[in-house]
Nanobody
Framework: VQLVESGGGSVQAGGSLRLSCAAS????????LGWLRQAPGKEREFVGG????????SYADSVEGRFTISRDNAKNTVYLQMNSLKPEDTAVYYC???????????????????WGQGTQVTVSS
């Protein structure tokens, strides 16, 4: 499966962005999906995930209540709605897919098998 993110950009603190991750080659409904991010000088970290069936969602504590993941299987796309953005949310955001048959919506970065190229999100104070 190929993943392509879009929707990144520059916003002021308190603003919103919606990231999209479009898949080709295979149906996204076959995968557990995640959004991860990497800020300069930091390790890649889990932001949020959604299970294959869409019945389980997980979020990092730092984004809980501000970010929302959803998926549209008909469009073969997963979204990350980001509200109340903070400067510390500045990072490259990646969409990733886990092809195992594990259940759940939280996985460590190294457990994802497929990655998009990333999209830059910059939040200014």
């Amino acid at each position: 499966v190929q993943l392509v993110e879009s929707g990144g950009g520059s916003v002021q603190a308190g603003g919103s962005l919606r990231l999209s991750c479009a898949a080709s080659g295979r149906r996204l409904s076959s995968y557990n999906l995640g959004w991860l991010r990497q800020a300069p000088g930091k390790e890649r970290e889990f932001v949020g995930g959604i299970s294959r069936g869409g019945d389980s969602l997980s979020y990092a504590d730092s984004v809980e209540g501000r970010f929302t993941i959803s998926r549209d299987n008909a469009k073969n796309t997963v979204y990350l709605q980001m509200n109340s953005l903070k400067p510390e949310d500045t990072a490259v955001y990646y969409c990733a897919a886990d092809s195992s048959y594990r259940s759940g919506s939280y996985f460590a970065p190294e457990e994802y098998d497929y990655w998009g190229q990333g999209t830059q999100v910059t939040v200014s104070s």
